[in-house]
């Protein structure tokens, strides 16, 4: 459902089934994302220790790309209880296209 939206406003993306898929990714093409939309809850490795392995790269990776958390765990909501892992910002779940377009934006605005 994510990617239909990400495709209805105009952007490319990339899904990756687990954390360790995501992090092999980034090793393979570390300039070719600019965004991580990173579900907390994903098999075999957390969201949260996924995005703490992308900022203890030594690259990390290029330009400290923005990390945003979406999630349904209301525990994470708060930036600021997601922040110790490098993550830049939250998406609670359900995710509303106005709410994701504007998250977006955010980020591209701040680059």
Not at 6 to 27: F, M, Q, S, V, Y
Not at 100 to 107: E, G, P
């Amino acid at each position: 459902m994510m990617s239909e939206m990400l495709e209805l406003l105009g952007h490319d993306c990339t899904i990756a089934p687990d954390g360790e898929a995501c992090l092999a990714k980034l090793r393979a093409d570390p300039e070719g994302y600019d965004l991580i939309l990173m579900d907390l809850h994903i098999p075999h490795r957390s969201g949260l220790a996924t995005s703490q392995d992308i900022r203890d790269a030594p690259n990390d990776p290029p330009r400290g790309m923005p990390i945003v958390a979406v999630t349904a765990d209301s525990a994470y909501h708060s930036p600021r209880a997601v922040a110790p892992y490098g993550i830049n910002g939250v998406l609670p779940k359900p995710v509303a296209l106005a709410q994701l377009h504007a998250t977006i934006q955010s980020f591209a605005l701040a680059a």
